[in-house]
């Protein structure tokens, strides 16, 4: 007898209620308090439209490809009545709940053809859109033009022109790859705007400490100095805006393991020992400075100053192509000495670009991993004492003598367990 029973149909169908299930809680948690009979929409009704549309899925193999579509359609009419009669009695002319029916549905069309990860996994999405109305609009009320706009600039680096650019090598030594280097533009730009949207979302109110720690992912120089102006306006309170600095700093390296580990994992495995080492050099220093300080709140200046430019984008990308070609000549004429020099000056302004370039390099087999490894360790080193130098310049005193301890150890551990003999890391 069990032969008969087709275990896959009742898999799909199974997945397909499940489906409707989840959404539909969702919903009837949203409606939890109108009564009995007012709901347009409930766990029942979401769970039965995502089963009928796996019904007519496996319907169509005898009754023919129209059934599917006949199923939408003939919901969607339904939908349409009951939002027309919502928008008749309460004035209401939200339509997510008639949409959500219609998702359901497709939803529960796609697991009874079987995918099941994507109708499970899509699932889940809408709900997590559905049941997150209050904080998208509370972000949406929260936004200005400005960053509204930054959005669309960062679709625009990443969604229409990335594709359209061609992927291989141009001009000297090939070194020049338009799509990987505007790749490598928009993952910053992202990372960048990623924790700009993070210090909007958790507000300078949480805090010097916490605005340095969101704000070493936009820029940790920056960050620096923006924390040495403020420690040179005020006459207390340097200890913490120094543990500030450590922190974004510290965050820098853990951007820099980053960036390497999503270009080339081979090179954030080898950097992985030196730099976490170096961002518990920061972190330490920074959580003894913080220890004597008193809590000092900070202002709007600690936020960048634009979430996201597209000239700044372009200006990132003609870096990182001079960066490339430098990198290739260097080594060509001088051998891995030219990476060690590149990364020395490059390191003054900037270390993504570099940290970008030389682990694209190693993957491409245009650079060894010790070679760039280091490089990268003295790009990072480069800028850490710009950043000491600019908290000295600008405040000095006490600020300056914790972020120079903090400095220390960092750089102390970092190339301490860089050159460590560490089996199946280093060599």
């Known amino acids: 007898m069990s032969d008969l029973v087709d275990f896959s149909l009742l898999t799909r169908l199974a997945v397909a209620l499940a489906v409707g299930l989840l959404i539909g809680a969702e919903r009837g948690w949203e409606g939890r308090a109108l009564a009995e009979g007012k709901r347009a929409a409930g766990i029942r009704t979401f769970g039965l439209v995502s089963l009928f549309g796996g019904l007519c899925v496996q319907l169509e193999a005898a009754a023919g490809g129209w059934v599917t579509a006949a199923g939408f359609f ?27 029916l219609l998702m359901a549905y497709a939803l529960g069309a796609l697991a009874g053809a079987g995918q099941l990860e994507a109708a499970g996994a899509t699932a889940v999405v809408v709900t997590l859109l559905l049941g997150s109305k209050p904080e998208l609009h509370g972000l949406l009320a929260k936004a200005d033009r400005r960053e509204v706009a930054a959005v669309l600039k960062l679709l625009l680096i990443s969604v229409v022109l990335l594709p359209i650019l061609p992927d291989q090598g141009y001009g000297p030594w090939q070194s020049l790859n338009p799509y990987k280097i505007w790749w490598m533009v928009v993952l910053i730009a992202g990372i960048s705007f990623s924790g700009y949207v993070a210090i909007r979302i958790f507000g300078s109110e949480k805090g010097v400490l916490l605005t340095a720690l969101l704000g070493g992912l936009v820029t940790s120089t920056a960050t620096s100095m923006n924390l040495a102006r403020l420690g040179a306006k005020r006459k207390t309170g340097h200890s913490l805006l120094a543990a500030g600095v450590l922190l974004a700093s510290g965050t820098m390296f853990a951007r820099m393991l980053l960036v ?20 518990v050099g920061c972190y330490g220093v920074a959580y003894l400075a913080w220890r004597g300080s008193r809590n000092l709140k900070a202002d709007e200046t600690l936020l960048p100053g634009n979430p996201f430019e597209f000239w700044v984008a372009v200006q990132f990308g003609l870096l ?76 000095g005193g006490e600020m300056a003598r914790w972020v120079a301890a903090g400095f220390a150890a960092a750089l102390v551990l970092a190339f301490g367990v860089y050159w460590l003999p560490i089996p199946g890391i280093t060599g």
């Open 74 to 100: 003939a919901l969607a009419g339904l939908a349409w009545l009951a939002y027309r009669q919502k928008l008749q009695e309460a004035n209401d002319i939200s339509a997510t709940t008639a949409v959500a």
């Open 320 to 395: 990182l192509a001079a960066i490339l070609l430098m990198s290739q000549a260097l080594q060509a004429w001088l051998g891995a000495a030219g990476l060690y020099l590149l990364g020395a000056v490059s390191g003054l302004a900037d270390v993504d670009a570099i940290t970008l370039s030389y682990s694209s390099m190693v993957g491409e087999g245009r650079a060894s991993l010790s070679s760039a490894g280091l490089g990268m360790m003295i790009a990072a080193a480069s800028n850490t004492f710009v950043k000491g130098g600019l908290v000295q310049f600008i405040c």
């Open 260 to 279: 390497s580990a999503v270009v080339e994992p081979q090179v954030a495995l080898r950097l992985a020992p030196a730099m976490i080492a170096a961002l």
